[in-house]
Structures are given as structure tokens and as C-alpha cells.
């Protein structure tokens, strides 16, 4: 019979040291307790699940696989109530025994809740659990009032969860200055001001006297007898090791339950692992050194006593995005000897600070700027004597030797510290897998999918041991967002968020720019198919006034014509509204249409009302025009009707936008008149079938389109460029023309998401597809009903000027 | 000070510049969120018109070939462009923006020195 070990715990620190001693022999009879009725999750992730970043599921760390697989006995929702140390059995919380050889307590830590008056009003939360981020997900709403008290790394990370959800957040804290422990005065004000930029109102210092309200909150006294309105309140004030089960045992606790450097209690055969521990007079609230212990622990229970435990000094980071902060080492500038190197630029919000001692790094805070934290930890870790370095501290120049850092690293030694994951086993993953980019390495071994603050060290790992390392390219929309057109893609759906300034101030930095405003007006436009806050501002002049800015400020119009048909009529008004507005060019355009060239701003609407005649959306990131020849109409050739074709499909997809222009072409016969081939949608008429192909380029780049479909019927060719068009609005990257879309995605992929899809997902598609249709409007009747009063006018000053005052 | 009423607030919606006429000269007044600032409404690179442009925090991006330029002082900002725009003191009473338009002050006089 093997050995009973028992775990009270089923958070990372217990699940952890059991992962480890699966991995060692001998082998136990495992049973672990969890007061959460959850598997082990990744409790650091929590504050991405209140912000929406994450799901439930994605910071899962162990399934209930994972525990049946392993033979584990696995009690989720019950708690250990008693030890018996004599009869070395756990009582639990349902009254069962269970014996054990040897017992693990990884009890965790609970939230500190200060003893404030009214703490236990409804609708006053702490922030700790899988279970309190699902109760304040349940109450965050877009306008409640929500204060957080405390402004260390938690309280920071529950307020900007619960502002990305659209709470009006005010953070409280006891102290001077955000973060204190690990910030000096100056680095909190930066921190401070970046936060409030974020939209979070900072109030400092402010101690809480009491919370208000007749059974549930409605506000918050100050010592200094000030108030303040809250409907919802968070704790997040620090938190308390869970050692009251060891004390009651009989067990030698502080703090927390006291370990020696092995982890052992003062039970023979009672250890403890994780925020519940106390080592040499220091508890822990941070992932690392708890990993560290795991190890540890493993090692000793599993009869390998030998390694020790000793804590790191501490380093801090903030996971919030767009707010990067570090702190690390000794920051404690009193000390004799101590010599302070700072640098700042409020412009850009910088702050760095390097403690040094006889020439060597012991201690940093970097606000605003955490590019060379990797080097940083460097030289503090190793001791490098900086004399000769004088100079470059705030700009350390790159490692002569980009690979020693890594070289110098043990095996042991955790990269990523939100996964647990050490060199050694990245390192056989990239050999086992033949990984040669950091995307393919997170996938394989989950290391930095989590705050992502070890992506560069990761990188660098894979640089120096990967034969065949690709860097990826960079591929944020700009630098107003921290992130990717999909990633960010994702966040608003999630989010649902509906404007191009609610974007910007809840994941940008408030600004935007010409890059990503007319980009994320165009994803808010597909993804909530026209049922957005449409944001003039944000787009490009060509879409305020719905024409082609040209060299001299004037612009270009080009009525649509569907299919290149015309007729007498409007012939006649096109050349009236040339003559009446004096329009300087008239230009037929390689689209088969024509295009009045000159137009005045003031005259845009008058144009429009003359001629008739709908947009052609010449200007914009949208549905061009489809170009046909004359087909079975008239060409003794022809085999198809691709001149009727073309304009029921003009018809279909005008007025809509695109993450870049798209233009179509349909031809009656494979003589390719029309030159379908070369746009980004065409049908070519064969004899009894139509072809559909995509991608195709005759501009810039010159590409034969791919064959997506043949098919027999026109309104089965209409059906398979809807499905295409509609994938590739969602799906494509704003200004990715289709033909590099086709190729980075590949016509097969395509093929199977749209013609080939299940007929449920085609539903999806096409319906997505013609509720924005149905929303969608000629932009050219703004002539009669205007965005805004002055669209095309010229203002006029209200009062008379003499022009000789003018300089 | 030599204010002249131009128009009402509401004329120019947020985040949007208009342009205005007086003479010879040509301004383009934005409207920065509640803020109401004014310049020359020509680029210094190839006259483009500024009112048209996308505003980035307090800066504006020319709708022609997107060089950015600080609508406070009117300076390029990148520093590879030599030439500057000339502000006008603007303010708002009573819904109305006014402009200084004898007050237009360019920081970098000689700038194409």
C-alpha cells in the first residue's frame, strides 16, 4: 500500500508541489481538499476574467482529468475542519475521517478585512475568488458607482476590471501614495496619473470610517468626515495567511504557519506550502517563490530532503494593460551608502529609479517604461560591478552576449511565473516540438499566455536555443493600443463596446490616431453590423463628406453605375451637373464608371441632388463596383447573363464597407472581358456553370484570383460571394486587401469556413450579413439630411472683419 | 485683444475642425473635446486643408500625406519637418467662439532658416 498523503488546499501553491511529486517516485495515494467547488485555477488571472479578457474556462490550470488521470481523490467544496496530529487524520467539513501518512496544508490566504463599521452591508465585496469575481461580474453594470479600497496591486487590477465593465470606479488608499510598498512617492504619482488617465478617479489618503447605507451600501464615510457615494464597494486591502486550522492543531504559527528551509512544520509529518506558510519571519502574496517552495516540498516529502527554500527578493509587476510598472530588490533609499540614479519625463510619463550600492544594483522602480527591466534583473541578480557603466544605467546598452543570460540560467529556474513553467522544460519542449516562434511556444507549453511579462525572456530563451527562430512580426494596430487588430477585434466583442471613444479610453491611450480611429471605425461598423455609435471624428475626410479628397483640397465624385450600365437619362444629368458646377474634369474610370473631378466641398450635396444618382463609394474602404461585359445580352460569345449577374450583385453588397476597397468583376465567357480573374470577387460564365473566384489583384500587387466555387446557378454564385465577402469582413485585418487575406489565411481554410461550412455557420454568416445590409444607406442622402449643420458649408464669421486688421 | 465672433459652439462637433474665411487668410478652428482651438489652415507641405484632418489628442493629421501638427503651438510634431503653422488665441463666451485674428503667432518665425 502506498503511502496517504493528504493535501488541504486545491490552489496553485498545493496543486503545484503535487504536480512535482506525481513526477517522483515513490508514489502516494492522493487525496486534496478544496474549500472552492472549482479544479485548480490560475488565481492571478482572476482580474482578467473581471476585465473580460479571459473566460472562466481559459484560466483553468488542471481539468478533472487531470485529477481522475492521476488518481486523485479530489473533495471540491469541502474544507478540512480539524486535524487530529495524534491519530494523524483530517476531520473534514461533512464530518468524515481521513487518515493520512503525511498531510500538506497549502490553505491559501483569505482577503483582510480592516474592521470598518457597515463591512458587511450588502453589495460589499472582496476580491479573491473565482466565486467573488462571478459575484462582481453579476453586479457590474455601465454607470455604477464602485469604490475600491485599497491601491496596491489588487485594488488597481478590481478597479480597472471593474471600469473596463463600465463602472464609474474612484480607487480609495490608506497611504500617501499608490502602491507604497513597492513605489516610492514619485513612482506612485506617475502610477497615479496613469491610472486616472486610464478614467479612474484616485483619492489619497483616505481613511474609511465607515461604510454607508441601510442594509445594502450607498456610500462611504472618511475619517476626515467627508462622504462619498458608492453602490458597490471591493476590499481588496492586503490578505491574511489561512492558519487558523494549524493553530487550532497545535501547530507552531505566527503570521502563518511557521516552515523551516524544507517546508516542514513543527509536525513531523505536517508541511505547508503556499501563502498560508510563514519562512523566517516573511509571508508571501506573490506566484514565484511559491512555485519555488512547490519544488521544494516535493522534494522533501517524497523522502529527497535536500533542497531549500530561500525567498527571492521581491519583484513586482503590475498586470494591467497599458499601465506597466516594475519594482524589484531593495528600494529603500536611507540606507548608508545607498546612491539613487533617477530619470523622469511627465510628457510621456517615465519614471525610472536604480538604488545602487558600492557599484552594484540592489534595488528599481520603473514606471511608464519597462523595456530594460530583463537587464536590470540581470545585474542585480548576478551583482555586476557598474563602475565602468556609469553613464548607460538609464540607457543600458543590449547585452554584448545576447544568449549569456539565458546560458547562466539553471534549468530550475521559473521563466514563466503566472504557469509555472521552468528553462529545462521549454527548452525540451522546443526540441520535442521543433518550435521556432514564440506563438508556437505558448501554445505548446502555456508559458507567457498569461500576463505576458516574460514574452521577451521567453524570446530570447528561443533565440538562443531554437536552430531555426523566426521573430514574429509586430502586429499591433498602432501605438495607441497595446494590442492587435484581431486581439483588440475580439476585446470590443467581448465588451461589447459600441464607440471608437469608449474603445480608446477603456484599452487605448484616449487619443487614437489616423492609424487606428478609421480602423476601429470600421470594425465597430461590421461587428455590431451597423448598430454602432457611428463617430465622424474617427474617420477620414473622405467618409465625413463622402468623396475622394484631392491634391488641392477639392474632391472627386463618382456615382454608382451598377455594372457599367448607364443610360441616355443620366448621361444627360451628368453632364448638366458638369456645366452648372463647372467641374473641371469628367473622366471615364477604369471601373466602367464616370468620375466629376474638382467638386467643391460646399457643392458635394448639390452635385448629388442633380445627378440623382446613388454613391459609388469611390472614396472609401467599401464596395467599389462589380464590372461586366454585355454577356448573353448581346456578345455572340457569350454564355452567361454576366451583365444582369453583376448588378444583382452590386446590389447586394453596395453601400457596405470592407476592411479595404473591394471590387468585383463578372464575365459571360472565359474570354475574361471583364477581367474578373484580377479582382477581389468575380464570376466567370462557363457554359452551364459559373465560376467564383477571390483574391484576385490587378493593382499594386498583380494576382490571379483563387477558384473558390463552381457552381450552376446564378443564385448559387450570388449565395457563395456572400458567404466569402461576409468572411472576409469579419475576418480580415483593416487595410489587408483580399488578396493578401486569401493568402495569409490560404483558399482551402476559406473554402472550408464559408462554402464548405456547415449549413448552420452559413446561416450565421449570411444572416450577420444582411442585418448590415438592411442598416446600410446611400451616403449620399446626406445631401438632404446632414451628419452635422456645417458638413459642407463654409462657416462664416458672425461679425464683420476689415481685412487690413489681418496680418 | 482683438476678438471677432466666428460661430457657435455647436458649428463645430467635437473632435472636428471647420475652416473660415476672412480675406486671404484661411483658418481652421477645432473643436478638442470642449476645447476650441484655431490655425492656419494650410499645411506647410503641400497646402493641405487641416480642417479635414483626424485629431490625435491635441494634435491634427493632415488629410493629404498625414504630417501631425500640435494645434496649440502649431509645431510639427516630428522633428524632420522644418516649417510651422501659425496659431490664433481662441476663446468661448456664451456659446460662441471667438478669434483673435490680428493675434496669429507662428513659434518658429524664421523656421525655414
Redesign the interface.
Known amino acids: 500500500m502506498p503511502d496517504k498523503l493528504v493535501v488541504a488546499g486545491n490552489g496553485m501553491a498545493g496543486v503545484a508541489c503535487v504536480e512535482h511529486i506525481l513526477k517522483c517516485s515513490p508514489s502516494f495515494d492522493i487525496t486534496i481538499f478544496g474549500d472552492e467547488t472549482h479544479v485548480n485555477y490560475n488565481r492571478i488571472m482572476l482580474s482578467m476574467v473581471l476585465a473580460g479578457e479571459k473566460s472562466a474556462e481559459e484560466i483553468m490550470l488542471n481539468d478533472i482529468e487531470w485529477y481522475r488521470s492521476n488518481g486523485i481523490h479530489a473533495h471540491l467544496g469541502v474544507r478540512v475542519a480539524r486535524i487530529d496530529c495524534s491519530a494523524r487524520a483530517v476531520i473534514d467539513g461533512e464530518g468524515r475521517r481521513t487518515e493520512y501518512d503525511k498531510l500538506i496544508l497549502a490553505t491559501g490566504s483569505s482577503a483582510f478585512i480592516p474592521p470598518i463599521p457597515g463591512v458587511d452591508k450588502q453589495n460589499v465585496h472582496v476580491f479573491r475568488t473565482l466565486d467573488d469575481t462571478r459575484a462582481l461580474l453579476a453586479k457590474a453594470r455601465k454607470g455604477l458607482k464602485a469604490v475600491v479600497i485599497g491601491g496596491g496591486l489588487l485594488g488597481l487590477e478590481a478597479a480597472r476590471g471593474l471600469q473596463v465593465r463600465g463602472c464609474d470606479v474612484t480607487v480609495i488608499h490608506l497611504m500617501e501614495s499608490l502602491m507604497e510598498r513597492q513605489l516610492d512617492s514619485a513612482g506612485g504619482e506617475y502610477l497615479k496619473r496613469r491610472i486616472e488617465s486610464l478614467g479612474i478617479r484616485v483619492m489619497l489618503p483616505r481613511q474609511t470610517a465607515a461604510i454607508l447605507g441601510n442594509g445594502h451600501v450607498d456610500g462611504l464615510r472618511f475619517a476626515n468626515g467627508e462622504e462619498l457615494e458608492a453602490e458597490l464597494v471591493v476590499i481588496a486591502a492586503g490578505i491574511k495567511p489561512n492558519a487558523a486550522l494549524a493553530r487550532e492543531a497545535g501547530l507552531k504559527v505566527n503570521r502563518g504557519i511557521i516552515v523551516n528551509d524544507y517546508l516542514e512544520t513543527s509536525d513531523p509529518n505536517i508541511f505547508a506550502v503556499g501563502e498560508c506558510t510563514e519562512h523566517r519571519g516573511q509571508t508571501f502574496g506573490l506566484v514565484a517563490p511559491l512555485f519555488d517552495q512547490a519544488r521544494v516540498l516535493a522534494a522533501t516529502v517524497t523522502g529527497n530532503r535536500g533542497p531549500v527554500f530561500s525567498a527571492p527578493a521581491p519583484a513586482a509587476k503590475l498586470k494591467i494593460m497599458g499601465v506597466d510598472i516594475f519594482s524589484a530588490g531593495s528600494i529603500d533609499e536611507s540606507e548608508p551608502g545607498v546612491e539613487v540614479i533617477r530619470y523622469e519625463d511627465p510628457s510621456v510619463g517615465a519614471y525610472k529609479k536604480l538604488l545602487l550600492k558600492n557599484n552594484r544594483l540592489r534595488g528599481m522602480i520603473l514606471v511608464g517604461d519597462i523595456a530594460d527591466e530583463p537587464v536590470y534583473m540581470d545585474w542585480m541578480r548576478s551583482g555586476t560591478d557598474l563602475a565602468a557603466m556609469r553613464r548607460q544605467l538609464l540607457c543600458p546598452p543590449p547585452p554584448s552576449d545576447p544568449g549569456l543570460e539565458i546560458a547562466e540560467m539553471a534549468d530550475s529556474e521559473t521563466i514563466c511565473g503566472c504557469n509555472g513553467v521552468r528553462k529545462g522544460e521549454i527548452i525540451e519542449a522546443i526540441h520535442k516540438y521543433g518550435i521556432t516562434t514564440l506563438g508556437k511556444l505558448k501554445e505548446r507549453t502555456k508559458a507567457s499566455t498569461s500576463c505576458g511579462s516574460c514574452a521577451g525572456l521567453c524570446e530570447r530563451l528561443l533565440r538562443a536555443v531554437a536552430p531555426d527562430f523566426q521573430e514574429e512580426t509586430r502586429t499591433t494596430l498602432c501605438s495607441c493600443f497595446p494590442f492587435s487588430y484581431e486581439r483588440l477585434r475580439d476585446i470590443v466583442r467581448g465588451q461589447q463596446l459600441k464607440s471608437v471613444e469608449e474603445v480608446l479610453a477603456v484599452y487605448g491611450n484616449?487619443?487614437?490616431?489616423?492609424v487606428c480611429?478609421?480602423a476601429l471605425s470600421y470594425m465597430l461598423d461590421m461587428l455590431w453590423c451597423g448598430n454602432h455609435d457611428e463617430?465622424?471624428?474617427?474617420?477620414?475626410?473622405n467618409d465625413?463628406v463622402h468623396a475622394n479628397?484631392q491634391?488641392?483640397?477639392t474632391f472627386s465624385v463618382v456615382p454608382r453605375m451598377r455594372g457599367g450600365v448607364t443610360s441616355p437619362d443620366e448621361l444627360r444629368r451628368i453632364a448638366d451637373v458638369a456645366d452648372k458646377y463647372k467641374i473641371p474634369m469628367v473622366k471615364v474610370t477604369g471601373s466602367q464608371r464616370i468620375d466629376l473631378l474638382g467638386v467643391k466641398k460646399a457643392d458635394l450635396p448639390g452635385v448629388w441632388r442633380d445627378l440623382g444618382m446613388n454613391s459609388g463609394q469611390a472614396y472609401t474602404k467599401g464596395v467599389r463596383m462589380v464590372k461586366t461585359c454585355v454577356g448573353t445580352e448581346f456578345c455572340r460569345y457569350g454564355v452567361q447573363d454576366s451583365t444582369n449577374t453583376g448588378i444583382e450583385l452590386e446590389r447586394r453588397f453596395e453601400n457596405l464597407f470592407t476592411p479595404h476597397k473591394f471590387k468585383m468583376g463578372v464575365v459571360g465567357c472565359p474570354r475574361n472581358c471583364a477581367e474578373a480573374t484580377v479582382k477581389d470577387l468575380g464570376f466567370v460564365g462557363q457554359e452551364g456553370s459559373w465560376q467564383v473566384v477571390v483574391g484576385g489583384a490587378a493593382g499594386k500587387s498583380v494576382r490571379k484570383a483563387d477558384l473558390l466555387i463552381t457552381v450552376e446557378t446564378s443564385e448559387q454564385a450570388l449565395e457563395a460571394a456572400e458567404l466569402f465577402f461576409q468572411y472576409y469582413r469579419e475576418n480580415g485585418n483593416y487595410l489587408e486587401r483580399s488578396y493578401d487575406f486569401v493568402e495569409r489565411l490560404g483558399i482551402e481554410k476559406i473554402r472550408k469556413e464559408t462554402v464548405y461550412a456547415p449549413a448552420e455557420e452559413k446561416r450565421k454568416l449570411l444572416d450577420r450579413l444582411h442585418r448590415s445590409k438592411a442598416l446600410s444607406r446611400d451616403a449620399w442622402l446626406e445631401r438632404d439630411r446632414p451628419a452635422?449643420?456645417?458638413q459642407f458649408v463654409?462657416?462664416?464669421?458672425?461679425?464683420k472683419?476689415l481685412?487690413t486688421?489681418?496680418? | 485683444m482683438?476678438w471677432?465672433?466666428?460661430?457657435r459652439v455647436?458649428?463645430?462637433?467635437?473632435?472636428?475642425g471647420?475652416?473660415?474665411?476672412?480675406?486671404?487668410?484661411e483658418i481652421a478652428?477645432f473643436n478638442v473635446n470642449g476645447r476650441f482651438l484655431t490655425i492656419e489652415n494650410s499645411c506647410p507641405h503641400?497646402?493641405?486643408?487641416l480642417c479635414?484632418?483626424?485629431?490625435?489628442?491635441t494634435a491634427v493629421?493632415c488629410?493629404?500625406h498625414?504630417r501631425h501638427f500640435d494645434l496649440e503651438t502649431g509645431m510639427p510634431m516630428r522633428v524632420s519637418e522644418p516649417a510651422c503653422l501659425a496659431t490664433f488665441p481662441t476663446r468661448v463666451e456664451d456659446g460662441?467662439v471667438l478669434v483673435d485674428?490680428?493675434a496669429?503667432h507662428r513659434v518658429m518665425e524664421d523656421a525655414a532658416a
Do not use: H, W, Y
Request: charged content about 30%.
Open positions: 484616449r487619443k487614437g490616431c489616423e480611429k478609421p463617430d465622424r471624428s474617427a474617420r477620414f475626410i465625413r479628397i491634391k488641392d483640397g452635422n449643420p456645417t463654409q462657416i462664416e464669421p458672425m461679425e472683419v481685412e486688421q489681418l496680418v | 482683438n471677432t465672433k466666428i460661430t455647436e458649428n463645430i462637433p467635437p473632435r472636428e471647420r475652416p473660415v474665411r476672412i480675406g486671404n487668410l478652428i503641400r497646402g493641405g486643408p479635414d484632418g483626424i485629431i490625435s489628442g493629421v488629410p493629404l498625414g460662441i485674428l490680428t496669429g
